[in-house]
């Protein structure tokens, strides 16, 4: 069983729906731990060696924010900018995040359809995840294909949402119990497209 560490990142949980619908999915699971940024650094004052501890501990890493402003929260910005230093996460002798795997959980205001080049935001999702995608490789790790819980807005029934959060704790736990091989994961953009598959 893989073990999964899910770095939550959200300013305002009090005002959050998708991201709260998600979280309570994945609450209460073996092997799955959630570890909640804003709560453990409200001022944004992180334990480096106390964060590279808990990413020995785990195999999987699951990033989940909502997207702000095509990115990611503050807060897991400094965690990136600080946890993932030279000589533990990428270098010469880096080896601390070699052949884990980064999952981004994300997600967004926008509807699918306006992440293209003819839509208000120009580009497909995938583009604005690239600094992500890129810093996983870059320290070893096998990058994912993305869980998105896109236009979150215009999700207004709660049996919906919470349909969602059946989705998101499927395959956690299908990535957990290794039921996605390495081949189907490499053939889908969206994790959400081997729903089926499980
Ligand atoms: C500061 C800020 C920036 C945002 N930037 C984006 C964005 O770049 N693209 C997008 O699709 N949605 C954007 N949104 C919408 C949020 O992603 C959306 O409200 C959030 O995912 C909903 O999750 P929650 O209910 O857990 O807060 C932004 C929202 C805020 C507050």
């Not at 929260?73 to 010469?92: F, H, Q, S, T």
């Not at 208000?120 to 993305?146: E, I, K, V």
């Not at 989705?167 to 953009?189: H, I, K």
């Amino acid at each position: 069983m893989k073990r999964i560490l899910v770095i939550f990142s959200h300013p305002a949980l009090q005002r959050s729906r998708a991201n709260r619908e998600l979280l309570l999915a994945i609450s209460n699971l073996e092997g799955i731990r959630v570890h909640d940024l804003y709560q453990h650094y409200p001022d944004l004052l992180i334990d480096v060696k106390r964060e590279q501890a808990l990413l020995a501990e785990h195999d999987i890493i699951v990033f989940q924010h909502p997207l702000y402003w095509y990115s990611c929260p503050a807060i897991m910005k400094e965690w990136l900018d600080l946890v993932l230093e030279y000589g533990y996460a990428y270098g010469p002798e880096a080896n601390g995040l070699a052949g884990k795997q980064w999952l981004s959980a994300i997600t967004t205001g926008g509807a699918p359809e306006s992440y293209c080049e003819a839509g208000y935001n120009s580009s497909p999702l995938l583009d604005f995840l690239r600094p992500f995608s890129q810093t996983a490789r870059l320290c070893g790790m096998h990058w994912l294909p993305p869980f998105v819980l896109h236009s979150f807005h215009k999700l207004k029934d709660p049996e919906a949402l919470r349909r969602c959060g059946q989705d998101y704790r499927q395959l956690l736990l299908a990535l957990r119990d290794e039921r996605l091989s390495p081949a189907q994961l490499a053939g889908v953009d969206y994790l959400r497209d081997l729903l089926e598959a499980i």
